[in-house]
């Protein structure tokens, strides 16, 4: 077991530890699906990959199309080891989120037909949208904490459409967004025109600063940021930059698929301790990601179940809710150029052009 | 409004923005109820409290008995600032905390049986437990996570009697609990014999160092610790030092009664700074608390309200889960002394010795 550990961090230069391979198996345990192995290790994806990997060539597992599986060894190591296949305890009427959106079922059914003709997701803005029920499952949840009802919204990147939802609740009093995809300013416009009501878009890459005239002009952000320290960084800060003041509310989602609980700690260090804004929820899978298009041209595909598009909805992430204070620091609202937002060893796309480096 | 805020600020030393008194009057505006009023606001009692007094001296409130509600100038205020009453999108199955304890109904069952003749709180040890559906959801909780199941687990201070729930759920290995009162020390044992499950009980007060027999011997702590830094910074350091290392667990709850968001920030940078852990999750009113009887003779009673015992659950606390890094912080495992760990001037009870002085 030493030997995978060893392997496996080396290669991914990912720190693992024994805990995480005993997830992986007990994930395997609970299912043959491979990517559900993926969603229910709540490992960073190269670090499952790797495992998996390892395992099988130890023998300890055998994988086959999409199927992955123990072996009697593999068994027999669970065995001794006493693991188990996780159980799941998660609340099935509001699938974990502690939400409900029973209240807002009629802006659900709206907005599911209004978004049927958006932008399909592409790679060269790392998009990736979610459910919709998660999407209105935010606006229950900016609702819940006060951060929407006759408030000043900005969303900083929105294929997820949250400014659509956001409208059509009626709760926001005025819905500001930032994209950097045209086809999506375009959508957000014309369903704006369309259902009559007022969505202010700006064409804008968010490694550029903030214009200046939303500067410090709203209670609540929300925003899905790219998941390394300098994409969290510079997302995160814009949304602070365009907050009032002590009392506002921002809102992003994070994943144990392309950030390890070291990037985690790391990143709530510099929100708490550089930003110096509260951390006041980590909801666990709040959000659900449809499977993209692009989704396995991204990645390694040095696996059989690698090179077949899943078939279930595995890419989940924790909704955070952050909160500032008095003393929350005022960010420069500067240009970053030069920083790679997107690509850390963690991210998915970092796989597809480095495996080969190491295997 | 800048007069009231100054107020409130310079005799609680808590700082005090506009949000906050936003936030007291919407919560008016949803419930005549004082402790209501409490509960919806989020924010320290002795901020609510002294804002409620400003408030009704300004005309804008009034309080008869156990019951608060808006003057016509304290309407028209709410009005002209657009302040609307919170709306809640908690999901009523779990209570909001995405955890379902459906599959241990008869755990419950059991559980509630076998508590009824429980020792009741006392001020001497900053008693007060929980419903006994969030002790079982905490089981439900760390169950969900993989925290538990074939686990060693530790409970520092036991009132909760989370370690008769957890040995009757058989999920854990080993259960230890440390507490400070020997009559919850005598219960469990008690109940560990008639049914017939090993708890290991210590009759430890934690300020003192831990038993180096179980130094580094757990994979899972839960603790409800006292909210003052240093009762923070100790019950969890006790705690972190009972774990075996990385991949592991600790779950604690924090309020927002007896802790300001300042204090939620500068307790996270404790923990993600100093002690090295990630947070993980922070479920918001997991735990619900049932009213303990030395309640009204612990706080400030300057106000009709404060002088009758409420009827509702209004104390409640955040749930979260850290777990431990490959780089997480060795805390020294020594004694502390001279530390008050139970009050500072959010704490419940300083209202109690020291509104008069300010009033």
Request: include cysteine; proline fraction near 4%; glycine fraction near 6%.
């Amino acid at each position: 077991m030493e030997k995978i550990i060893d392997k496996v961090t080396s290669i991914t230069r990912i720190k693992v530890n024994k805990c995480d391979i005993q997830k992986i198996l007990a994930s395997i345990l609970r299912t043959r699906n491979f990517w559900g192995v993926l969603d229910l290790s709540n490992l960073p994806f190269n670090v499952v990959v790797q495992a998996v990997k390892e395992l099988e060539k130890n023998g300890l597992l055998k994988l086959s199309n999409s199927y992955i599986s123990l072996t009697k060894k593999g068994m027999e190591f669970c065995q001794r080891e006493k693991i188990t296949p996780p159980e799941s305890f998660t609340c099935p009427f509001c699938q974990g989120r502690g939400i409900s959106t029973e209240k807002l079922k009629d802006l659900l059914e709206r907005f599911k037909k209004i978004v049927k003709d958006r932008p399909e997701p592409i790679i060269q803005y790392d998009q990736g949208y979610v459910t919709e029920e998660s999407t209105i499952s935010r606006i229950a949840l900016m609702a819940d904490r006060g951060d929407i009802q006759g408030k000043d919204l900005i969303i900083l990147g929105d294929d997820d459409l949250v400014s659509i939802a956001a409208s059509l609740s009626t709760f926001p009093k005025r819905v500001v967004v930032l994209e950097v995809d045209q086809r999506l300013i375009d959508f957000i416009n014309s369903v704006a025109r369309s259902e009559g009501f007022e969505i202010e878009t700006y064409h804008h890459d968010l490694k550029n600063k903030l214009p200046e005239n939303l500067v410090s002009n709203f209670d609540t952000f929300l925003t899905d940021p790219p998941e390394t320290i300098a994409g969290l960084e510079v997302f995160i800060g814009r949304g602070l930059t365009a907050l009032k003041g002590a009392g506002s509310a921002g809102y992003f989602g994070l994943t144990l698929i392309e950030s390890s609980l070291k990037k985690w700690q790391e990143f709530e260090k510099i929100l708490v301790g550089n930003f110096k804004v509260a951390v006041t929820d980590i909801i666990r899978d709040f959000n659900t990601y449809l499977n993209w298009d692009y989704l396995l041209e991204s990645i390694r595909n040095d696996l059989p179940p690698l090179k077949r598009k899943p078939k279930i909805n595995w890419y989940r992430s924790s909704m955070f809710r952050i909160e500032t204070l008095e003393d929350t620091s005022i960010i420069p609202n500067e240009d970053v150029s030069g920083k790679d937002l997107y690509v850390d060893r963690e991210a998915l796309i970092y796989t597809k052009e480095r495996w080969r480096d190491v295997d």
